[in-house]
């Protein structure tokens, strides 16, 4: 078995600390020391491209940048690297988007990928004039993905919906190939849209146990529908030569945090209305009570599983920690119970890729999980160092 590995692309500024943001936040409550500029961001790209990655992923949301836009001027920067685009369901219409979709396609062919993010914060997308309730916004992904898919398929497209009216939609260019769709969600009802649409269904990093209930679920919803999706999860990375080492990069990233910052990115995220996110929070809830979280190995949920980042950053909120031989015992444990691709990403951005493709990479190409398909690059067999030298 081969996996697939993404990056992430931080398109609201890059740090060697947490950089806060995500699921919760609100409009500018993320930046780093280092601008999102295209230049940073092509130098992670070309270095995820050269480690023979297969995409990098872009966020959606008021506190980043705009991920269509980011990612059509960073596929010129690069040649095989394919794009994660985050997109949201009724902030465009589904015509609009499967258009957007084979444009980018036929300029950048088989490299986009999309990430379907139906919307967990309720004051976020009221910011965009979208006052639909979560399960409303559930309903709505669902007929948004029916439509885009005949679209894809060539059909002219007459829907007349709960949430979505469309006469006579037809593409005048189709996608080729038609792009994979991402899908995450952790609630009741985003389980049957992704039983149905879902090419992969993607988690945060939770336990391993939790994480194969999960696959469990969304397996059985599919099965139903004579679908079978493959699985992917979302985790932060720290990994170096020597658990020690890694560990006390995951002790200056918390030591860097303030009991005030804290306070005020929990009290943001638990406005949330996101399952998920809820279930992040639960990982770090006892250290935040007894005030242990300055400890790292007191966030330590599973082995080498380190609820640290959760602590300020909405969304993905667990991190690998350990040496390289270790966090890949860990992506072989994920793959063991039926993860087929993982997002990753690190602070900064830049340099943990390079930590984790001269080190990890290595590792799961020993065990035959990882295929180079780039023709170099430090994950490469040329490229493997001797046993015991990581």
């Not at 849209?193 to 990093?205: F, K, N, R, S």
């Not at 039926?338 to 890729?353: A, Q, R």
């Amino acid at each position: 078995m081969t996996l697939a590995f993404h990056w992430f692309l931080p398109t609201y500024g890059d740090s060697r600390f947490i950089v806060g943001g995500g699921h919760g936040q609100l409009a500018g409550a993320a930046s780093g020391d280092r601008r999102a500029s295209i230049g940073y961001l092509s130098s992670i790209v070309r270095a995820a491209e050269e480690f023979g990655f297969t995409g990098a992923l872009t966020p959606t949301g008021a506190w980043c940048e705009d991920a269509w836009l980011t990612t059509a001027m960073l596929a010129r920067e690069s040649e095989r690297l394919a794009f994660l685009v985050a997109i949201r369901p009724g902030l465009l219409s589904p015509t609009l988007a499967a258009q957007m979709a084979a444009t980018f396609s036929a300029h950048a062919p088989g490299r986009l990928l999309l990430n379907v993010v139906t919307g967990g914060e309720a004051h976020e997308q009221r910011a965009y004039g979208d006052h639909l309730s979560k399960d409303e916004r559930y309903a709505r992904c669902d007929e948004f993905l029916s439509v885009v898919r005949r679209l894809w398929d060539g059909e002219t497209v007459t829907h007349r919906g709960a949430h979505l009216d469309i006469d006579a939609a037809r593409l005048p260019t189709l996608p080729g190939p038609v792009p994979p769709l991402y899908f995450g969600g952790s609630s009741a009802a985003a389980g049957p849209v992704a039983a149905e649409h879902a090419d992969v269904y993607l988690t945060w990093g939770e336990p391993p146990e939790a994480v194969a209930k999960k696959i469990e679920w969304i397996r059985g919803l599919a099965a139903a529908r004579g679908r079978k999706p493959r699985f992917g999860i979302r985790l932060h990375v720290i990994a170096r030569d020597t658990a020690e080492e890694a560990w006390r990069q995951a002790g200056r990233l918390v030591e860097a945090l303030g009991e005030d910052t804290v306070a005020e990115a929990q009290a943001s995220l638990a406005r949330s209305e996101s399952t998920g996110q809820s279930r992040m929070r639960e990982l770090h809830e006892r250290s935040r009570a007894d005030g242990s979280w300055r400890d790292p190995h007191a966030l330590e949920v599973a082995p080498n599983l380190w609820a640290g980042v959760g602590l300020v950053r909405g969304g993905a909120g667990t991190a690998l920690v350990g040496s390289h031989a270790e966090v890949a015992e860990r992506i072989a444990e994920y793959a063991e119970i039926g993860i087929d691709e993982f997002v990753l990403s690190g602070y900064p951005h830049l340099e943990e890729l390079y930590w984790f493709g001269e080190g990890v990479l290595p590792q799961l190409t020993r065990r035959g999980l990882f295929h180079d398909v780039s023709g170099g690059g430090a994950g490469h067999t040329a490229f493997l160092p001797k046993e015991g030298a990581r």
